[in-house]
């Protein structure tokens, strides 16, 4: 029985090291370092739950996992925050939310308001400075209207993302990709004398999230799902290289949020954490998951700031405004 289950344990730890291979393999040569990279928060629980059968049973081969855990900190710190509170930081705040989900609510007349209220509500309860939003749509904007009252909005063009802010716009565009849904929007704000700059972006979405909640689906049809999941991370990359070209071009420190539909363990995820900090590893806590989903640990929405900028809070919002949760990050003046 023990050899079976170090059978499963090694390909289990096999299946790890993939993962970890896979932010350094781009997403146009193949689709299956990206698989791996996307299933690493399911193997990670699996190496640790072996670590605990065999300190029960037979405490040396508990050795093979815990190596295999250890020679992958980079990961674990993506996944897993350590970062301790901060009491009353001191900074702006900004708010990254999917709300895609709103476009389904607000259609239903019976409990639109009921779900415009509470959105109201949660946003005033929060009062981030700044908000970066995807997936609105253009016959609800009055709905947002009322949901963001008090905040600058740009843009008001019928694109898929929006930037609301209490602060001043000096300067503002936009950066298309290939649909209306996925863009990226920027703003130039002054906050305390300072210019800073703000992308919220949207990129290549794929239905993988939402396949992996059926498992007799990946059962009979996971090639497929991946050739997806690898057709729209291609896209990504192609959409990140232009924000990332623009936003080299920045005169002012770099903010980008959004919705970025791929994973820490991505090619698109090492691009851009090659040139700025992700604010999840600088201040946050606990087990990340941004998609509201019954595959563990899918963090898919991030707030990445420049390198000289301070990140002094940062937090995933447990809400049911949405599929997405919103990450509400603070950073110091």
């Not at 600058?152 to 898929?160: D, K, M, T």
């Not at 999840?280 to 990445?304: M, P, V, W």
Request: with cysteine; aromatic share 16%.
């Amino acid at each position: 029985m023990h050899k079976i289950f170090y059978f499963f344990n090694i390909l289990a730890a096999i299946a790890i090291v993939f993962s970890y291979i896979s932010p350094y393999v781009p997403p146009s040569a193949t689709w299956i370092f990206a698989a791996f990279g996307l299933g690493y928060p399911f193997l990670l629980i699996t190496n640790v739950l072996f670590v605990f059968y065999w300190l029960i049973f037979k405490p040396k081969n508990a050795l093979l996992s815990l190596l295999f855990i250890c020679l992958g900190y980079n990961a674990l710190v993506k996944a897993v925050g350590i970062n301790q509170v901060q009491e009353n930081p001191i900074g702006f705040s900004i708010m990254t939310f999917n709300i895609g989900k709103t476009r389904v609510e607000f259609h239903r007349k019976k409990t639109r308001d009921k779900k415009v209220s509470a959105f109201k509500k949660f946003i005033q309860k929060e009062q981030p400075d700044i908000i970066c939003i995807q997936e609105r749509l253009l016959n609800h904007f009055k709905y947002y209207d009322q949901i963001f009252e008090g905040y600058n909005l740009y843009p008001s063009e019928e694109v898929g993302t929006a930037i609301y802010s209490k602060f001043p716009v000096i300067k503002s565009g936009n950066i298309p990709f290939n649909t209306f849904s996925h863009n990226a929007s920027w703003v130039d704000v002054e906050i305390k004398k300072k210019k800073y700059r703000v992308y919220c972006m949207h990129l290549s979405s794929n239905r993988v999230s939402n396949i992996l909640d059926d498992v007799s689906e990946i059962w009979d049809d996971s090639k497929s799902t991946f050739r997806s999941y690898h057709k729209h991370a291609i896209a990504r990359a192609d959409q990140l290289e232009k924000v990332m070209a623009h936003a080299a071009q920045s005169p002012h420190p770099v903010i980008l949020n959004g919705d970025f539909n791929d994973v820490p363990q991505s090619y698109v995820y090492r691009t851009i954490a090659k040139e700025y900090k992700d604010a999840f590893i600088e201040c946050g806590r606990g087990f990340a998951q941004t998609y509201n989903s019954r595959f563990i640990g899918l963090r898919i929405d991030f707030t990445f700031v420049s390198n000289e900028l301070d990140v002094v809070g940062h937090d995933i919002v447990e809400s049911d405004i949405s599929d997405h949760y919103p990450v509400v990050t603070k950073i110091s003046y």
